[in-house]
Protein backbone atom coordinates (compact mmCIF):
# COMPACT_ATOMS: atom_id res chain seq x y z
CA UNK A 1 0.00 0.00 0.00
CA UNK A 2 0.93 3.25 -1.34
CA UNK A 3 0.18 6.40 0.44
CA UNK A 4 0.47 9.70 -2.27
CA UNK A 5 -0.87 13.03 -1.60
CA UNK A 6 -2.48 15.52 -3.94
CA UNK A 7 -4.22 18.78 -3.78
CA UNK A 8 -7.02 17.25 -6.46
CA UNK A 9 -7.68 13.49 -7.19
CA UNK A 10 -10.42 12.76 -10.01
CA UNK A 11 -11.74 9.78 -10.18
CA UNK A 12 -12.78 8.60 -13.23
CA UNK A 13 -10.82 9.58 -16.78
CA UNK A 14 -14.10 10.42 -19.11
CA UNK A 15 -14.47 13.87 -20.58
CA UNK A 16 -15.34 15.35 -17.72
CA UNK A 17 -12.52 13.82 -15.22
CA UNK A 18 -9.70 14.37 -17.61
CA UNK A 19 -10.91 17.68 -18.52
CA UNK A 20 -10.74 18.71 -14.87
CA UNK A 21 -7.68 17.34 -14.33
CA UNK A 22 -5.73 19.48 -16.81
CA UNK A 23 -7.63 22.04 -15.53
CA UNK A 24 -6.27 21.36 -11.99
CA UNK A 25 -2.84 21.15 -13.25
CA UNK A 26 -3.00 24.19 -15.10
CA UNK A 27 -3.69 25.86 -11.95
CA UNK A 28 -0.76 24.49 -10.14
CA UNK A 29 -2.68 22.02 -8.08
CA UNK A 30 -0.51 18.52 -7.66
CA UNK A 31 -2.93 16.38 -9.60
CA UNK A 32 -3.63 12.22 -9.73
CA UNK A 33 -6.59 10.55 -12.16
CA UNK A 34 -7.94 7.40 -11.49
CA UNK A 35 -9.20 5.19 -14.39
CA UNK A 36 -9.89 1.70 -14.46
CA UNK A 37 -10.07 1.50 -18.45
CA UNK A 38 -7.18 0.87 -20.70
CA UNK A 39 -7.64 4.19 -22.42
CA UNK A 40 -8.42 7.59 -21.28
CA UNK A 41 -11.38 9.17 -22.70
CA UNK A 42 -14.43 7.60 -20.65
CA UNK A 43 -17.89 6.05 -22.62
CA UNK A 44 -17.10 8.80 -24.86
CA UNK A 45 -14.17 7.96 -26.55
CA UNK A 46 -14.61 4.41 -26.08
CA UNK A 47 -17.87 3.14 -26.80
CA UNK A 48 -19.96 6.47 -27.49
CA UNK A 49 -19.73 9.20 -28.55
CA UNK A 50 -16.48 9.10 -30.99
CA UNK A 51 -17.09 5.38 -32.39
CA UNK A 52 -20.75 6.54 -33.11
CA UNK A 53 -20.17 9.47 -35.14
CA UNK A 54 -16.90 7.48 -36.92
CA UNK A 55 -19.26 4.75 -37.94
CA UNK A 56 -22.21 7.78 -38.83
CA UNK A 57 -19.88 9.37 -41.19
CA UNK A 58 -18.76 5.85 -42.58
CA UNK A 59 -22.16 5.33 -43.83
CA UNK A 60 -23.19 8.73 -44.77
CA UNK A 61 -20.28 8.26 -46.73
CA UNK A 62 -21.04 4.50 -48.07
CA UNK A 63 -24.82 5.79 -48.56
CA UNK A 64 -23.62 8.74 -50.85
CA UNK A 65 -21.12 6.53 -53.39
CA UNK A 66 -24.36 4.59 -53.68
CA UNK A 67 -26.88 7.12 -54.37
CA UNK A 68 -25.57 10.43 -54.32
CA UNK A 69 -22.12 10.73 -56.61
CA UNK A 70 -24.00 10.84 -59.58
CA UNK A 71 -25.93 13.88 -59.38
CA UNK A 72 -22.63 15.39 -58.89
CA UNK A 73 -21.45 14.11 -62.14
CA UNK A 74 -19.12 11.64 -60.05
CA UNK A 75 -19.11 7.75 -61.98
CA UNK A 76 -18.41 5.34 -59.52
CA UNK A 77 -18.06 1.72 -60.37
CA UNK A 78 -20.09 -1.49 -57.91
CA UNK A 79 -20.31 -0.33 -54.57
CA UNK A 80 -19.33 -2.55 -52.10
CA UNK A 81 -18.62 -2.83 -47.95
CA UNK A 82 -15.77 -3.48 -46.16
CA UNK A 83 -16.31 -3.66 -42.81
CA UNK A 84 -13.88 -5.04 -41.13
CA UNK A 85 -11.84 -1.60 -43.00
CA UNK A 86 -14.89 0.53 -41.51
CA UNK A 87 -14.45 -0.93 -38.02
CA UNK A 88 -10.64 -0.48 -38.60
CA UNK A 89 -10.41 3.35 -39.31
CA UNK A 90 -13.01 3.77 -36.00
CA UNK A 91 -10.45 2.24 -34.02
CA UNK A 92 -7.25 4.00 -35.10
CA UNK A 93 -9.72 7.32 -34.36
CA UNK A 94 -10.18 6.13 -30.57
CA UNK A 95 -6.54 4.86 -30.39
CA UNK A 96 -5.36 8.13 -31.56
CA UNK A 97 -7.53 10.37 -29.42
CA UNK A 98 -6.49 8.60 -26.51
CA UNK A 99 -3.13 8.55 -26.82
CA UNK A 100 -3.35 12.38 -27.18
CA UNK A 101 -5.02 12.87 -23.96
CA UNK A 102 -2.48 10.62 -22.23
CA UNK A 103 0.35 13.17 -23.72
CA UNK A 104 -1.57 15.72 -22.21
CA UNK A 105 -1.78 14.02 -19.00
CA UNK A 106 2.35 14.42 -19.39
CA UNK A 107 2.42 17.28 -20.35
CA UNK A 108 0.36 18.87 -17.94
CA UNK A 109 2.39 16.54 -15.07
CA UNK A 110 -0.96 14.70 -14.27
CA UNK A 111 -0.28 11.55 -12.56
CA UNK A 112 -2.19 8.56 -13.82
CA UNK A 113 -3.11 5.55 -11.45
CA UNK A 114 -4.99 2.22 -13.23
CA UNK A 115 -7.68 0.93 -11.17
CA UNK A 116 -10.67 1.50 -9.42
CA UNK A 117 -11.21 4.28 -6.91
CA UNK A 118 -13.27 4.36 -4.13
CA UNK A 119 -13.68 6.82 -1.51
CA UNK A 120 -12.33 5.27 1.84
CA UNK A 121 -13.30 8.09 3.95
CA UNK A 122 -12.69 12.06 4.30
CA UNK A 123 -9.67 12.89 1.94
CA UNK A 124 -9.19 9.10 0.87
CA UNK A 125 -9.45 6.88 -1.94
CA UNK A 126 -8.24 3.18 -2.51
CA UNK A 127 -7.14 2.35 -5.94
CA UNK A 128 -7.71 -1.52 -6.77
CA UNK A 129 -5.75 -2.58 -9.71
CA UNK A 130 -5.96 -5.84 -12.31
CA UNK A 131 -3.89 -8.06 -10.28
CA UNK A 132 -5.61 -7.13 -6.70
CA UNK A 133 -2.86 -4.90 -5.47
CA UNK A 134 -4.07 -1.42 -3.46
CA UNK A 135 -3.10 1.96 -3.72
CA UNK A 136 -4.32 4.42 -0.80
CA UNK A 137 -4.32 8.14 -2.17
CA UNK A 138 -4.80 11.22 0.05
CA UNK A 139 -6.18 14.39 -1.23
CA UNK A 140 -7.25 17.41 0.13
CA UNK A 141 -9.95 17.75 -2.72
CA UNK A 142 -11.97 14.94 -4.77
CA UNK A 143 -13.61 15.13 -7.77
CA UNK A 144 -16.28 12.38 -8.77
CA UNK A 145 -16.36 11.85 -12.71
CA UNK A 146 -17.82 8.10 -12.94
CA UNK A 147 -20.37 8.24 -15.41
CA UNK A 148 -22.79 6.20 -16.74
CA UNK A 149 -23.44 3.35 -17.87
CA UNK A 150 -25.98 1.89 -20.25
CA UNK A 151 -29.79 1.72 -18.85
CA UNK A 152 -31.30 -1.91 -19.17
CA UNK A 153 -34.95 -2.92 -19.82
CA UNK A 154 -35.75 -5.53 -16.99
CA UNK A 155 -38.30 -7.46 -19.90
CA UNK A 156 -35.03 -7.90 -22.16
CA UNK A 157 -31.86 -8.48 -20.38
CA UNK A 158 -28.82 -7.37 -23.17
CA UNK A 159 -27.07 -11.08 -23.83
CA UNK A 160 -24.36 -9.53 -25.50
CA UNK A 161 -25.06 -11.84 -28.75
CA UNK A 162 -28.83 -11.31 -30.08
CA UNK A 163 -30.14 -8.75 -27.44
CA UNK A 164 -27.44 -6.48 -27.44
CA UNK A 165 -26.59 -2.45 -26.16
CA UNK A 166 -25.21 0.57 -28.35
CA UNK A 167 -21.01 -1.16 -26.82
CA UNK A 168 -22.10 -4.08 -29.07
CA UNK A 169 -23.64 -2.44 -31.69
CA UNK A 170 -20.55 -0.21 -32.75
CA UNK A 171 -19.01 -3.22 -33.47
CA UNK A 172 -21.11 -6.06 -34.90
CA UNK A 173 -18.85 -8.22 -37.81
CA UNK A 174 -21.94 -7.46 -40.27
CA UNK A 175 -25.40 -5.31 -40.21
CA UNK A 176 -27.84 -7.76 -38.88
CA UNK A 177 -31.00 -8.29 -41.93
CA UNK A 178 -33.51 -6.94 -39.27
CA UNK A 179 -32.35 -5.02 -36.06
CA UNK A 180 -35.50 -3.74 -33.86
CA UNK A 181 -34.04 -0.56 -32.16
CA UNK A 182 -35.87 -0.08 -28.70
CA UNK A 183 -35.97 3.43 -27.97
CA UNK A 184 -36.28 6.71 -30.10
CA UNK A 185 -33.54 8.69 -28.41
CA UNK A 186 -30.76 10.27 -29.44
CA UNK A 187 -28.46 7.10 -29.37
CA UNK A 188 -31.41 4.81 -31.24
CA UNK A 189 -32.01 6.96 -33.43
CA UNK A 190 -28.13 7.38 -34.57
CA UNK A 191 -27.42 3.68 -34.45
CA UNK A 192 -30.43 2.42 -36.12
CA UNK A 193 -29.62 5.26 -38.80
CA UNK A 194 -25.56 3.52 -39.07
CA UNK A 195 -26.94 0.17 -39.75
CA UNK A 196 -30.09 1.11 -41.93
CA UNK A 197 -27.54 2.76 -44.84
CA UNK A 198 -24.97 -0.41 -44.26
CA UNK A 199 -28.37 -2.88 -45.32
CA UNK A 200 -30.65 -3.52 -42.19
CA UNK A 201 -34.16 -3.34 -41.98
CA UNK A 202 -34.72 -1.47 -38.97
CA UNK A 203 -37.50 -0.99 -36.99
CA UNK A 204 -37.69 1.74 -33.79
CA UNK A 205 -40.33 0.70 -31.18
CA UNK A 206 -40.80 3.41 -28.60
CA UNK A 207 -42.64 3.68 -25.34
CA UNK A 208 -43.60 7.06 -25.61
CA UNK A 209 -45.84 8.87 -28.44
CA UNK A 210 -43.23 10.33 -30.36
CA UNK A 211 -39.21 10.45 -30.87
CA UNK A 212 -36.94 12.93 -29.26
CA UNK A 213 -39.80 14.07 -26.62
CA UNK A 214 -36.93 16.10 -24.81
CA UNK A 215 -36.22 18.18 -28.17
CA UNK A 216 -38.72 20.30 -30.28
CA UNK A 217 -41.22 18.98 -31.01
CA UNK A 218 -41.95 20.07 -34.92
CA UNK A 219 -38.63 19.80 -35.03
CA UNK A 220 -37.98 16.25 -33.66
CA UNK A 221 -41.14 15.26 -36.10
CA UNK A 222 -39.60 16.50 -39.42
CA UNK A 223 -36.54 14.33 -38.50
CA UNK A 224 -38.75 11.40 -37.83
CA UNK A 225 -40.53 11.88 -41.31
CA UNK A 226 -37.05 12.62 -42.93
CA UNK A 227 -36.00 9.03 -40.78
CA UNK A 228 -38.58 7.12 -42.34
CA UNK A 229 -38.15 8.54 -46.03
CA UNK A 230 -34.68 6.65 -45.58
CA UNK A 231 -36.47 3.82 -45.01
CA UNK A 232 -36.54 3.41 -41.06
CA UNK A 233 -40.13 2.10 -39.77
CA UNK A 234 -41.46 3.61 -36.02
CA UNK A 235 -44.10 2.10 -33.94
CA UNK A 236 -45.05 4.36 -30.93
CA UNK A 237 -47.27 3.57 -27.87
CA UNK A 238 -44.76 0.52 -27.86
CA UNK A 239 -43.74 -1.15 -24.07
CA UNK A 240 -41.65 -4.17 -24.72
CA UNK A 241 -42.70 -6.84 -22.51
CA UNK A 242 -40.27 -10.05 -22.83
CA UNK A 243 -38.07 -11.81 -25.86
CA UNK A 244 -37.44 -15.50 -26.93
CA UNK A 245 -35.28 -17.02 -29.59
CA UNK A 246 -37.14 -18.61 -32.75
CA UNK A 247 -34.95 -20.17 -34.06
CA UNK A 248 -32.16 -18.43 -35.39
CA UNK A 249 -33.89 -15.73 -34.78
CA UNK A 250 -35.16 -13.37 -32.21
CA UNK A 251 -38.87 -12.41 -31.49
CA UNK A 252 -40.26 -9.89 -29.41
CA UNK A 253 -42.96 -9.44 -27.38
CA UNK A 254 -44.68 -5.87 -26.66
CA UNK A 255 -48.10 -4.09 -26.20
CA UNK A 256 -49.44 -1.22 -28.59
CA UNK A 257 -52.77 0.72 -27.76
CA UNK A 258 -53.56 -2.31 -24.96
CA UNK A 259 -52.66 -5.50 -28.14
CA UNK A 260 -50.47 -7.90 -27.90
CA UNK A 261 -47.94 -7.32 -30.85
CA UNK A 262 -44.66 -9.26 -31.39
CA UNK A 263 -42.05 -8.39 -33.61
CA UNK A 264 -39.35 -10.80 -35.25
CA UNK A 265 -35.61 -9.87 -35.87
CA UNK A 266 -31.78 -11.32 -35.98
CA UNK A 267 -30.84 -8.88 -33.16
CA UNK A 268 -32.47 -6.02 -30.97
CA UNK A 269 -30.97 -2.98 -29.99
CA UNK A 270 -31.54 -1.84 -26.17
CA UNK A 271 -31.61 1.87 -26.15
CA UNK A 272 -33.53 2.99 -23.20
CA UNK A 273 -31.49 5.83 -21.99
CA UNK A 274 -28.48 6.08 -19.17
CA UNK A 275 -27.94 5.44 -15.47
CA UNK A 276 -25.33 7.00 -13.44
CA UNK A 277 -22.44 5.35 -11.96
CA UNK A 278 -22.88 6.01 -8.45
CA UNK A 279 -22.83 2.63 -6.82
CA UNK A 280 -19.59 0.77 -5.58
CA UNK A 281 -17.54 4.02 -5.03
CA UNK A 282 -18.16 4.62 -1.16
CA UNK A 283 -20.86 7.34 -1.58
CA UNK A 284 -22.83 6.13 0.96
CA UNK A 285 -19.88 5.06 3.69
CA UNK A 286 -18.93 8.56 3.24
CA UNK A 287 -22.75 10.03 3.35
CA UNK A 288 -22.80 11.77 -0.09
CA UNK A 289 -25.96 12.75 -0.80
CA UNK A 290 -27.92 11.21 -3.68
CA UNK A 291 -31.14 11.23 -5.27
CA UNK A 292 -33.25 8.22 -4.33
CA UNK A 293 -34.95 7.95 -7.68
CA UNK A 294 -32.45 7.96 -10.13
CA UNK A 295 -28.95 7.67 -8.05
CA UNK A 296 -27.29 10.72 -8.61
CA UNK A 297 -25.53 12.37 -6.43
CA UNK A 298 -26.49 15.75 -5.37
CA UNK A 299 -24.33 19.07 -5.78
CA UNK A 300 -24.93 22.67 -5.47
CA UNK A 301 -24.67 25.48 -8.00
CA UNK A 302 -20.19 25.29 -7.68
CA UNK A 303 -20.21 21.37 -8.23
CA UNK A 304 -19.62 20.57 -4.16
CA UNK A 305 -21.23 17.55 -2.52
CA UNK A 306 -22.56 18.09 0.89
CA UNK A 307 -19.29 16.51 1.97
CA UNK A 308 -16.51 18.91 2.62
CA UNK A 309 -13.54 18.64 -0.15
CA UNK A 310 -15.97 16.38 -2.30
CA UNK A 311 -17.16 17.67 -5.85
CA UNK A 312 -18.68 15.65 -8.60
CA UNK A 313 -19.43 16.17 -12.28
CA UNK A 314 -21.06 14.64 -15.71
CA UNK A 315 -23.09 12.34 -15.59
CA UNK A 316 -23.09 11.49 -12.28
CA UNK A 317 -24.67 14.96 -11.28
CA UNK A 318 -28.40 16.51 -12.79
CA UNK A 319 -28.52 17.79 -15.95
CA UNK A 320 -28.20 16.56 -19.67
CA UNK A 321 -26.06 13.36 -19.80
CA UNK A 322 -23.81 14.86 -22.43
CA UNK A 323 -19.78 14.94 -22.97
CA UNK A 324 -19.52 18.96 -23.24
CA UNK A 325 -21.57 19.28 -20.28
CA UNK A 326 -19.33 17.00 -18.16
CA UNK A 327 -16.45 19.15 -19.63
CA UNK A 328 -17.60 22.57 -18.54
CA UNK A 329 -18.12 20.99 -15.15
CA UNK A 330 -14.93 19.58 -15.09
CA UNK A 331 -13.11 22.95 -15.74
CA UNK A 332 -15.41 24.63 -13.46
CA UNK A 333 -15.14 22.24 -10.70
CA UNK A 334 -11.28 22.82 -10.48
CA UNK A 335 -11.59 26.34 -10.91
CA UNK A 336 -13.95 26.19 -7.90
CA UNK A 337 -11.54 24.03 -6.36
CA UNK A 338 -8.82 26.76 -6.76
CA UNK A 339 -10.56 29.59 -5.29
CA UNK A 340 -13.28 30.34 -8.29
CA UNK A 341 -16.50 30.62 -8.39
CA UNK A 342 -17.48 29.32 -11.89
CA UNK A 343 -20.51 27.68 -12.88
CA UNK A 344 -22.12 25.95 -15.75
CA UNK A 345 -25.44 26.81 -17.24
CA UNK A 346 -27.50 23.93 -18.10
CA UNK A 347 -30.23 25.84 -19.95
CA UNK A 348 -27.50 26.62 -22.32
CA UNK A 349 -26.26 23.28 -23.35
CA UNK A 350 -26.28 22.46 -26.63
CA UNK A 351 -27.90 18.83 -27.76
CA UNK A 352 -27.71 17.57 -30.91
CA UNK A 353 -28.80 14.50 -32.62
CA UNK A 354 -25.96 13.07 -35.12
CA UNK A 355 -28.40 11.65 -38.37
CA UNK A 356 -28.69 12.75 -41.51
CA UNK A 357 -29.95 15.82 -41.68
CA UNK A 358 -28.67 16.55 -38.07
CA UNK A 359 -30.67 17.88 -35.35
CA UNK A 360 -29.35 20.95 -32.67
CA UNK A 361 -30.92 22.71 -30.47
CA UNK A 362 -30.26 24.51 -27.60
CA UNK A 363 -32.63 27.09 -24.97
CA UNK A 364 -36.49 26.75 -24.83
CA UNK A 365 -38.71 24.79 -26.98
CA UNK A 366 -41.86 25.59 -27.94
CA UNK A 367 -43.83 23.34 -25.37
CA UNK A 368 -41.73 24.36 -22.57
CA UNK A 369 -42.59 27.77 -23.32
CA UNK A 370 -46.22 27.08 -24.28
CA UNK A 371 -46.05 25.33 -20.94
CA UNK A 372 -44.53 28.33 -18.64
CA UNK A 373 -46.68 30.81 -20.04
CA UNK A 374 -43.89 32.45 -21.69
CA UNK A 375 -44.73 35.55 -24.51
CA UNK A 376 -42.84 34.33 -27.64
CA UNK A 377 -42.26 34.97 -31.08
CA UNK A 378 -41.09 32.61 -33.63
CA UNK A 379 -38.77 32.65 -36.80
CA UNK A 380 -38.49 30.26 -38.90
CA UNK A 381 -36.18 30.12 -42.47
CA UNK A 382 -35.96 26.57 -44.61
CA UNK A 383 -32.78 25.49 -46.13
CA UNK A 384 -34.87 25.12 -49.15
CA UNK A 385 -34.11 29.20 -49.58
CA UNK A 386 -30.27 28.82 -48.45
CA UNK A 387 -28.02 28.91 -51.45
CA UNK A 388 -25.16 27.07 -49.72
CA UNK A 389 -27.53 24.26 -49.18
CA UNK A 390 -28.22 24.33 -52.70
CA UNK A 391 -25.16 23.90 -53.76
CA UNK A 392 -24.43 20.82 -51.54
CA UNK A 393 -27.45 19.72 -52.43
CA UNK A 394 -28.51 19.31 -48.80
CA UNK A 395 -31.90 21.39 -48.91
CA UNK A 396 -34.01 19.65 -46.29
CA UNK A 397 -34.99 21.28 -42.58
CA UNK A 398 -34.96 24.37 -41.09
CA UNK A 399 -34.05 26.83 -38.51
CA UNK A 400 -36.23 27.95 -35.79
CA UNK A 401 -35.35 30.80 -32.86
CA UNK A 402 -38.01 32.06 -30.42
CA UNK A 403 -37.33 35.38 -28.87
CA UNK A 404 -39.38 36.56 -26.44
CA UNK A 405 -42.15 38.67 -27.54
CA UNK A 406 -41.62 41.91 -25.29
CA UNK A 407 -37.85 42.03 -24.76
CA UNK A 408 -36.79 40.21 -28.11
CA UNK A 409 -34.25 38.21 -26.14
CA UNK A 410 -33.22 35.08 -27.59
CA UNK A 411 -35.04 32.37 -25.61
CA UNK A 412 -34.19 28.90 -27.56
CA UNK A 413 -32.98 27.83 -31.00
CA UNK A 414 -33.46 24.97 -33.15
CA UNK A 415 -31.71 23.33 -35.91
CA UNK A 416 -32.93 20.68 -38.35
CA UNK A 417 -30.73 20.64 -41.23
CA UNK A 418 -27.10 19.79 -42.94
CA UNK A 419 -24.12 20.81 -40.37
CA UNK A 420 -26.74 21.53 -37.32
CA UNK A 421 -24.05 20.43 -34.96
CA UNK A 422 -21.73 23.26 -36.11
CA UNK A 423 -24.43 25.41 -36.79
CA UNK A 424 -26.00 25.07 -32.79
CA UNK A 425 -22.94 26.88 -31.46
CA UNK A 426 -23.52 30.40 -32.68
CA UNK A 427 -26.94 30.07 -30.72
CA UNK A 428 -25.62 28.82 -27.78
CA UNK A 429 -23.22 32.35 -27.66
CA UNK A 430 -26.41 34.24 -28.29
CA UNK A 431 -28.33 32.94 -25.52
CA UNK A 432 -25.18 32.94 -23.53
CA UNK A 433 -25.22 36.63 -23.69
CA UNK A 434 -28.81 37.55 -23.80
CA UNK A 435 -28.81 38.57 -26.69
CA UNK A 436 -31.96 39.58 -29.00
CA UNK A 437 -32.80 38.38 -32.54
CA UNK A 438 -32.36 42.04 -33.50
CA UNK A 439 -28.50 41.58 -32.35
CA UNK A 440 -28.42 38.46 -34.75
CA UNK A 441 -30.39 39.92 -37.51
CA UNK A 442 -27.99 43.15 -38.10
CA UNK A 443 -24.64 40.81 -37.03
CA UNK A 444 -23.02 39.91 -40.51
CA UNK A 445 -22.84 36.78 -42.02
CA UNK A 446 -20.62 34.90 -45.27
CA UNK A 447 -22.32 34.52 -48.15
CA UNK A 448 -22.73 31.73 -49.38
CA UNK A 449 -23.13 30.04 -46.23
CA UNK A 450 -25.28 27.74 -44.39
CA UNK A 451 -25.35 30.13 -41.10
CA UNK A 452 -27.15 32.73 -43.37
CA UNK A 453 -30.27 30.71 -43.02
CA UNK A 454 -29.75 31.06 -38.67
CA UNK A 455 -29.48 35.06 -39.53
CA UNK A 456 -32.73 34.73 -41.75
CA UNK A 457 -34.38 33.02 -39.15
CA UNK A 458 -33.55 35.76 -36.84
CA UNK A 459 -35.11 38.42 -39.47
CA UNK A 460 -37.89 36.43 -39.91
CA UNK A 461 -39.21 36.60 -35.73
CA UNK A 462 -39.76 40.10 -36.79
CA UNK A 463 -40.96 39.07 -40.47
CA UNK A 464 -38.45 40.36 -42.49
CA UNK A 465 -36.63 37.44 -43.99
CA UNK A 466 -35.08 38.55 -47.37
CA UNK A 467 -35.51 35.13 -48.86
CA UNK A 468 -38.53 34.21 -48.04
Not at 10 to 19: A, D, F, H, N
Request: glycine share 12%; with cysteine; aromatic share 4%.
Amino acid sequence: MNNQSYDVAVLGGGPGGYVAAIRAAQLGLKTVCVESRPLLGGTCLNVGCIPSKALLESSELFLMASKSFASHGIKVGAISLDLPAMMGRKGKIIQGLGDGISSLFKKNKIDLIRGKGRLEGAGKISVTGESGEKNILQAHNIILATGSETASLPSLPVDGQQVIGSTEALSLSEPPKDLLVIGAGFIGLELGSVWKRLGSNVVVLEFLPKALPQCDGEMAHLLQRSLEKQGLSFSFETRVTGGRKSGSRLEIQAERNGKKVEFLADKALVCVGRKANSTGIGLEELGVQKDPKTGQVLVDAYLRTNVSGVYAIGDLVPGPMLAHKAEDEGIAAAENIAGGKSKVHHENIPSVVYTWPELAGVGKTEEQLQNEGIPYRAGKFPFLANSRARTMGETEGWVKILAHEKTDRVLGAHIFGPRASEMISEAVAWIETQSSSQDIAMTCHAHPSLSEAFREAALAVSKKAIHI
